[in-house]
């Protein structure tokens, strides 16, 4: 009973563990990196070209064309990443909404209000992080090719597997028997399988990373304005209105609770009093 019942906890333990080999999200993070290492490099010579040679031209129109180009050009493409990450990787980001456009904006008051969104220049921040994921994706996914070639030695044997490179010269695995290929096998599953959990955390962080930077995550701005806005009327048992203070007690004068104050009198005016001349 014993045995059984630890046996179908190891079947389980291995079965959750090697659960990302059929995980279909898995191979959507590993393509995501895969493209990751193109996208960030067209990027980030993009956005070097633009705001390098818009600066040095700046003080001609030419140059100020290009760095508005370069700024509503990497708003675009964090579009585009927007939509690749919503459908690759485990999110669901909304467009941002901060431009606060008017009907009546002309064409250069609706340029300045692209580049005065917040949301724009997190786009530009996101492109080129994206440079630096594009590195660490190619890395994984070489990584991944050679564990690969280990599974799969078997089939293709004598082959020689890189592993990884050194001083320009490929370090790794010349296997030329069969039972060279055996052993090769359950080596590569095990680092495949590594590599994937890796590859996995890297999309997540990607994902996360994406949300913030490329999501609509602000608020209307009305909304702060009616939060920040000084009551008009002194609430029952509150504050006084802005620029208003409580009168100030003597420095003898003990405190009064509401049910200490003094209750007003009447006043001859306000009650009637018989004339005594009258009633006699």
């Known amino acids: 009973m014993d045995g059984g019942h630890q046996t179908g906890s190891g079947n389980i333990s291995i079965q959750s563990v090697l659960g990302v080999l059929t995980n279909l999200q898995t191979y959507k993070n590993v393509f995501y990196l895969l493209l990751a290492f193109p996208l960030g490099m067209l990027y980030f010579m993009l956005l070097l070209f633009g705001f390098v040679f818009g600066t040095v031209f700046a003080f001609f129109l030419v140059g100020i064309a290009i760095l508005v180009a370069t700024i509503l050009g990497g708003r675009i493409l964090g579009g585009f990443e927007r939509w690749l990450a919503n459908a690759l990787l485990a999110v669901s980001i909304t467009p941002p909404s901060d431009l606060n456009r008017q009907p009546d904006d002309g064409t250069i ?38 564990a690969v070639q280990l599974v799969t030695a078997p089939v293709h044997y004598p082959h020689f597997v890189e592993l990884v490179t050194v001083n320009d010269e490929p370090v790794g695995w010349n296997i030329s028997t069969l039972e060279e290929s055996l052993l090769a096998v359950p080596i590569g599953l095990g680092i495949t399988v590594i590599l994937l959990y890796v590859s996995n955390v890297v999309a997540y962080v990607l994902g996360q990373s994406a949300s913030a930077l490329l999501g609509g995550n602000e608020q209307p701005t009305h909304e702060y304005q009616e939060v920040s806005q000084p009551p008009t009327s002194r609430p029952p048992g509150g504050q006084p209105p802005h620029g208003q203070q409580h009168p100030r007690r003597q420095s003898g004068d003990p405190e009064r609770t509401p049910q200490q104050q003094p209750t007003r009198r009447p006043q001859p005016d306000d009650t009637h009093v018989p004339n005594r001349h009258t009633d006699e």
Not at 124 to 129: I, T
Request: aromatic fraction near 18%; avoid cysteine.
């Open 109 to 146: 008051m609706q340029v300045r209000r692209y580049i005065d969104a917040p949301s724009t220049w997190r786009s530009l921040g996101f492109l080129l992080l994206k440079f630096w994921a594009g590195i660490l994706g190619f890395i994984l996914v070489f990584s991944l090719v050679s």
